[in-house]
């Protein structure tokens, strides 16, 4: 009765851990990947602050960041994590590579959204002599708020999958977990019922992103 007394105390912690480090990482990342992926987009542009060394310069380091397996950016940031928030052990430390990962992924992802906006629109809005950060939050933000929602979408599921890879250096949640107990200590079931957690979130994360852009598709 004990053991699963436990286990379940175990789940409810890692549960808890996971949407700690995915949301807050989410939240941080899609803040600075739509600002990247905006400056991207600009800097590309002729219409807007075209300038091709700039672009050439923040493409490489987003391609650099993408580059990385997460296990491997995980391990090179610790010692960022003990600098800004004062550990390298547990979700919070775990949180730095992952919103660093995560908002270089999430640039590009912004940054073809706002590619596939009416370029009429954006010459329209330039003619009319509006701001680039008017531009930004009254007409890219709007126009291209279904494909970003669908790229939010995509990074929650991505993050979901990082956040697993934690667990290999301590960092809590269902993937320590499962590493921990169901694979270290042979415990098949527990390893099992991360697995089938994992998948149910993702399937519940998808089925709440599609019905939310088709709904903003609509208005």
């Known amino acids: 009765m004990s053991s699963r007394f436990n286990l379940w105390d175990a789940l409810q912690q890692s549960f808890g ?51 990385l397996p997460f296990i491997i950016l995980l391990v090179v940031l610790l010692p960022l994590s003990k600098i800004v928030v004062g550990t390298q052990v547990g979700p919070t430390a775990v949180i730095v590579p992952l919103s660093i990962s995560s908002s270089a992924f999430f640039a590009r992802l912004a940054e073809s959204a706002f590619n596939a906006v009416n370029k009429g629109v954006v010459e329209y809005a330039i003619s009319t002599g509006a701001t680039n950060r008017r531009i930004l939050f009254s007409i890219m933000l709007p126009e291209a708020s279904s494909q970003l929602l669908r790229s939010i979408t995509v990074a929650t599921i991505a993050l979901f999958g990082s956040s697993a890879m934690a667990g290999t250096i301590g960092g809590g949640g269902i993937g320590d977990l499962a590493i921990r107990y169901g694979y270290q200590r042979y415990q098949t079931d527990i390893l099992l019922i991360c697995v089938a957690i994992l998948i149910v979130i993702v399937q519940v994360v998808q089925f709440i992103g599609d019905h939310i852009s088709r709904k903003v598709d609509k208005s």
């Open 17 to 67: 851990e996971t949407f700690y480090m995915v949301f807050l990482s989410l939240a941080i990342s899609v803040v600075i990947g739509t600002l990247l992926g905006y400056l991207l987009y600009a800097t590309s542009n002729k219409y807007l602050v075209f300038n091709k060394p700039i672009n050439a310069v923040l493409g490489f380091v987003v391609n650099c960041v993408r580059s």
